[in-house]
T-cell receptor, first 114, second 115 residues
Framework: AQSVTQLGSHVSVSEGALVLLRCNYS??????LFWYVQYPNQGLQLLLK??????LVKGINGFEAEFKKSETSFHLTKPSAHMSDAAEYFC????????????FGKGNQVVVIP | KAGVTQTPRYLIKTRGQQVTLSCSPI?????VSWYQQTPGQGLQFLFE???????NKGNFPGRFSGRQFSNSRSEMNVSTLELGDSALYLC??????????????FGPGTRLTVL
């Protein structure tokens, strides 16, 4: 079964500093990988995705992530944190040719310190 | 184009009652998936519907059920509510149910509180 691990439920970052959220997946076949963001009292918004092709993917709001097959990782980064980045971030996985079922990590609550 | 809408946004019920939540997908989308979000268990897949048929089901008891109508709108029902059913229930829609990548668009969720 597919699974996703996100370490550190709460992540504090200073405004202007690097944001790094780690995601590792468990899979026997090449997965599709996603990062979603959730603001308070809202649903999930897709930040970026990896399906095929270039392993470094760029998303909205200045975020990017790199798929590393050898490390089974898909870490999310942003060079400079902004106060508006305070939210919860989820890594998710599904498989090509399959159904739409997403398996999510536990999430990272990001706090931006001014 | 309107996004995914969920009604109601907030619900308060008591143990033993039943509840029905509604999801209207983006126009033209035929697949609807439901997820439960709790602080302890995180985001868990409930089920997926496509063309009025349940295509996939997560590991939830039979008290959780759903259906999809011919206009792709979906409802989920929880019977005999328990305190642990308190959660944010999210609905997601996509164009198709399978094949290559199908982006899922999430609604704002229904916050269910069971007292």
């Amino acid at each position: 079964a597919q699974s996703v691990t996100q370490l550190g439920s709460h992540v504090s970052v200073s405004e202007g500093a690097l944001v790094l959220l780690r995601c590792n997946y468990s899979s026997s076949v090449p997965p599709y990988l996603f990062w979603y963001v959730q603001y308070p009292n809202q649903g999930l918004q897709l930040l970026l995705k990896y399906t095929t092709g270039a392993t470094l993917v760029k998303g909205i709001n200045g975020f990017e992530a790199e798929f590393k097959k050898s490390e089974t990782s898909f870490h999310l980064t942003k060079p400079s944190a902004h106060m508006s980045d305070a939210a919860e971030y989820f890594c998710a996985v599904t498989y090509p040719g399959g159904n739409n079922r997403l398996a999510f990590g536990k999430g990272n609550q990001v706090v931006v310190i001014p | 184009k309107a996004g995914v809408t969920q009604t109601p946004r907030y619900l308060i019920k008591t143990r033993g009652q039943q509840v029905t939540l509604s999801c209207s997908p983006i126009s033209g989308h035929r697949s609807v998936s439901w997820y439960q979000q709790t602080p302890g268990q995180g985001l868990q897949f409930l089920f997926e519907y496509f063309s009025e048929t349940q295509r996939n089901k997560g590991n939830f008891p039979g008290r959780f059920s759903g259906r999809q109508f011919s206009n792709s709108r979906s409802e989920m029902n929880v019977s005999t509510l328990e305190l642990g059913d308190s959660a944010l229930y999210l609905c997601a829609s996509s164009l198709r149910a399978s094949g290559n990548y199908n982006e899922q668009f999430f609604g704002p969720g229904t916050r269910l509180t069971v007292l």
